[in-house]
Structure formats: structure tokens, C-alpha cells
């Protein structure tokens, strides 16, 4: 990307390919995928997405084979088929990111290429069960959900969940790993077929946001929530915690629909009260390895609703936009 | 108080001594103290503060002697000097209470009066260095307190803590009980007077609410927060999101100044990010029993603003309303 204004502005061009320095990997990657930060980026409205961050390759998520090893580097053999952990330099505390984190695609060039260049520390073996195309499309997304489900959430089997918003990537996740562990899962949308399709995927059930008193209603179905990870915030944050339990935490990870116009803190505190509300972003590399082990032990596998190849980036960004079903959309790379 | 409108309606008379029941302790009270709670009754501005629970006595704090045991009862022998635990029924989950609690003084007769009765279980022994008037002091805010800080906040030797609004009951023993594991301990009040008397209880610092961008110069007085303890909500809370260091807490008690006008959820999630908000109030069985134990330990005293006779309690309650100062006032119960 040369320019920004949108998706439009990106531009499918040769690059030289990148030299690994000590301690980096270049990876051949066979397949990438979107996230709404890319699409962000291209319009300009992402923290840093600067004229002077230009040229820019972007793309946050992305598998492949290892292609070239720098000095130092012992770990993944040359051919090793590997995914990549886009959230760079985090850092040595689990619990927060450290001065030099940030994620991948921006400032540094990305996924949406032939070839990149990461430290060799970001790159971890391609679960077994997965191809190429479904493994380039958990990365930011399943790391974000794994993180605020369980290092964050504590989420336990048999709890109680709800994931307002179904359709956004992370909120997939977020319903098909709380399954996984036995979690009773429950989804908001304002579309019946994304609930339709979250049922697909073990939720128990669903409310459209445009059900009169949707909160009362998901209230009553759920009997209570245990745990809430909400990436949509305003008026949705303030239901989730009135339905909570008594103790229940509500995980914040994205505010879509802006800030919360009223917080009223006496449901954080006394009635249902006792409540956590837990801000995460992204994660950790502990979260990332946890999440690998995860997918793997849980024989997993993403959602994906369509596959562009990567010339048609742009063609494929305007299909996020559109915003029809749930599921990653992933961009196949040629050899 | 037999009828409900202000302080004054209250009526100094005799009531028969009661009788322990199975399980029971009846306690001489030496002394109980004010909470803002039992002002806010005799004004009917509190949940279940309606003619139908009258008459009531009111009071959560007080501390006596056993003066009658109930069947069964083989805990504190007569004469024991107690303290009463004023989170009546929390019930088995230290997480949260459950559905037979209530606080002491509503619509239980409560601890202004020569005599009270209480289940046996939720006596305990008088810290041994305090008198009766000091501890008699503690119970209520106390007990708050040692939760928010400790249970909930997860506060560590060496953090730094904001206690915003300082003066106020919880406040107070949040600042003394942070000091006494060495934290660092900052202030804000609207009143110099308070923030300097917070200072000979250990805070390092204060800031005053008219002082023109408060929270930024809180913020650069602190270097950031690992923990604040609000009682205040509002603009302060939102405050103390800006102020948290990455991956800080904030633990919401109260809400004296009404709700957040805007919360701007990336403050919880992204910048600082990682936040903790923990909602918390009373406290568990061995919540009371950790905090006597750390009053223990650590040998501190409470605050004690103004001593008044029990027949005083009206003009006790205007001296509170006034709120001038910080720290507890007591009433002496004559024997």
C-alpha cells in the first residue's frame, strides 16, 4: 500500500524478498487472512496508519514454510511448516505488553506477501490437523478469544457465557472454544441468520438485538451469566452486567459501538455485584503457545466463509465490509 | 426510631433486654459507631427503609462482653469481650453472599443499645490491644476495606494506591491498612485539611479536587497506579481508568458521586489496557476474621473523630452529616 484512503489504494506488486537477520526467519507464506484492523489501516483510521508508515505491506495473520534461517537461529528447520504470532515484542510479562509490542502489519511489513521476515521466537509448528488456509485464519483472533476466555475469563466447564455481537472474527472464537470446553454458550446479533449460525457452532442459543427488551429476554434464557467477553460495548457493556451473576466478570476486548453513555456502578458493586470486568488486547506468548495446544488438543477448526487469492486483497476487504455470516476471510498465496 | 424523616426522629427508651435464642449470644454493648448507612435510614433513603421495619434500633458497629448464651452455643463464655460482625448470613461462598444476608441495623435491631442479639458465629474476639470504643470502631468499614484492598484488590508491598476521597469511613482504613503493608499511598479530597490529616496516617501524597487537571497531576505525583480503592465514582472513577498503570485495578465500593458520564471502554482494554475493575462491598466471614487478624498483627488503631453518649445519637448523626475531618464517631453505651 502506497496510499491511504481505501482498499481501493492497495497495490499487487513485486517486492524484493527479505534477508533474514540474526535471530529472524523468513517464511514463504501459503496463506493469509483479514481482520478489521487491516481494512482500518487502509482508510487510515488506525493508530499509526500514517503517511509516513508508508509503503506498507499489510495483513496481521498469515501460515507458511520456513524459507530461510538467520544467524543464531536453531529453532524451526528450513521447509518447517509454521504459523506466525502477530502480536511482536510483547515481552517478558504474561500479564501486559512492554514498551516494544505491537502487531504485525503495522509499522512492520505483514502477511500479504510472498515472503516475510519475523523473529524466529514468533513463529510456532502449524497445528497438525489444520491446512495451510485454516491455520493463516485463527492467529489474532484466536489468541485474543483464548486469552480473554481463559487467562483472563477463567472461564470454567459448565459456565454460563454470553457473546454479544456473533459475526465480528474474535466473537467466533470466542463461542467455538467456550463450547469446547463445555461451556453453556449464548450469542447476540442483529442479524437470525449469524445466530443461526452460531447455534452451528454449539451456542445454546441467541437474541436479536432488535427483540424488544433484548436484555430481559437473554436474562431469562440464560438464568444468569458467569462470563461475558464483549467486543461491542456502549449499551451492550451496560446489559452484560445487569444479567451477570452475582461474582460474574464481563471480559471488555473491543467497544465497536462506542463508550458506555451511563455506567452505573452499583451493579459492579452491589446488586448483581462483586462482578470483575477484565480489559485484554491481543496476548501474550504463553497465551499464543496456549492457544496452539488448544486448537490441537480440541481437534478445532476456524470458520472460514470465503477464500480470495491474494491478488484480489482489495476485493475481499470490501466483502469484510459488507459483513454478511461469520467466519475469517482468507487470502490464498501463490507458490 | 419509630418513625422515619431525619436524625431527630430518633427516641432514646427502654426496650426489653432479649432473650437468646438457640445458637444465639446476647452482647452488653460498651460502644457502637456511625456509618453513613444509618443516617441515610433515619432519612429513608435506604433500600428496606420503610414504615413497615418499624421500630427499628439502629447501628452495624458495636462491641460488648457476652452477657447470654443461647442453646448450643459453646463458643465465647459470658464476659468474653466481642466485636460483632455486622455482615449478618454472608452464607458458605467467600465470593459472594447469599440469599439470607443482610447488614446489622435493618431490618435486624442493630448495636445502638445496651443489648443485642446475634448469632453466636458472628462474634469474635476483641482485638486485645483496642478498647471498646476503638473496637467498636472497626467493624463495617473495616471489613469493607480489608476486602477491597486484599481479597479483591490483590494489594502487594511496594504498589502504589490511590484513595480518592478521603474523610469518608472506608476511606480512612483503606489508607491505614495500604500503609501498613508498605504501600505507597495517595490521596484526593476537597479539602486540604483532610489530605494533610491523611498524611500523618501515612499517605505520601494528596491532591486536591479544585486543583485545576487533578488526575493529571495525580497521575505524574503517583508515576501511575497499581491499585486505587473508589468510593466516590463519577468523574473519578474515570479518572482513576486514565491514571492505572497497564494491567492496574481499580476497586469500585461506592458511588457517592453518582454514575460515569462516559466510560470510554479502551481505557479497561487498550490504553492503559489489561485493567482490572472489581466490584466489591461488606465482606465474608473470613474477610472478618483476616482483617482482626491484620489489626492484630499490625497493632493499628482506628481513627476516631468524636466520642458521643448513646442518648446523643441525633446530634452524633448531624456532626456526620457536617463531615468535617476523617474518622469514626463513636457512641459510649453507659452500662
Chains 1, 2 share one sequence.
Do not use: C
Request: overall charge negative; aromatic content about 6%.
Amino acid at each position: 500500500m502506497h496510499e491511504i484512503e481505501s482498499p481501493e489504494k492497495l497495490v499487487y506488486e513485486d517486492v524484493p524478498e527479505p534477508e533474514p537477520g540474526p535471530g529472524e526467519v523468513v517464511v514463504r507464506l501459503r496463506a493469509a487472512a483479514l481482520n478489521r484492523r487491516d481494512v482500518f489501516v487502509t482508510r487510515g483510521m488506525y493508530p499509526g496508519a500514517k503517511p509516513d508508515a508508508l509503503p506498507i505491506i499489510l495483513g496481521a495473520d498469515g501460515s507458511g514454510e520456513i524459507s530461510a534461517r538467520g544467524d543464531g537461529v536453531d529453532g524451526p528447520a528450513e521447509g518447517a511448516e509454521v504459523v506466525i504470532n502477530p502480536a511482536l515484542f510483547w515481552g517478558d510479562d504474561p500479564r501486559i505488553p512492554g514498551k516494544e509490542y505491537r502487531i504485525l502489519g503495522l509499522p512492520d511489513d505483514g502477511t500479504f506477501a510472498q515472503f516475510i521476515k519475523v523473529p524466529a521466537d514468533h513463529v510456532f509448528p502449524k497445528p497438525s490437523h489444520l491446512s495451510q488456509e485454516e491455520a493463516a485464519a485463527i492467529p489474532l483472533a484466536a489468541l485474543t478469544a483464548y486469552r480473554a476466555l481463559f487467562t483472563r475469563g477463567r472461564l470454567q466447564e459448565g459456565e454460563t457465557v454470553v457473546v454479544p455481537g456473533i459475526g465480528g472474527g474474535v466473537a467466533t472464537f470466542l463461542v467455538q472454544m467456550a463450547r469446547a470446553i463445555g461451556a453453556r454458550v449464548f450469542v447476540t446479533s442483529g442479524s437470525d441468520e449469524k445466530i443461526e449460525q452460531a447455534k452451528e457452532l454449539g451456542a445454546e442459543g441467541g437474541i436479536n438485538y432488535n427483540t424488544e427488551k433484548w436484555s430481559r429476554e437473554l436474562r431469562s434464557m440464560t438464568g444468569g451469566v458467569d462470563l461475558s467477553a464483549d467486543t461491542i460495548g456502549g449499551e451492550v457493556f451496560d446489559a452484560l452486567l445487569s444479567i451477570a451473576k452475582p461474582g460474574g466478570r464481563v471480559v471488555s476486548i473491543g467497544a465497536t459501538a462506542g463508550p458506555v453513555e451511563k455506567l452505573i456502578l452499583p451493579k459492579i458493586f452491589i446488586r448483581p455485584g462483586h462482578l470483575d470486568v477484565l480489559g485484554t488486547a491481543m496476548g501474550s506468548p504463553q497465551d499464543f503457545e496456549g492457544m496452539l495446544r488448544f486448537y490441537e488438543e480440541h481437534e478445532l477448526y476456524p470458520v472460514i466463509k470465503e477464500t480470495f487469492p491474494l491478488e484480489e486483497a482489495t476485493a475481499a476487504m470490501n466483502y469484510m465490509e459488507e459483513g454478511s455470516g461469520i467466519g475469517k476471510i482468507v487470502l490464498d498465496i501463490p507458490a
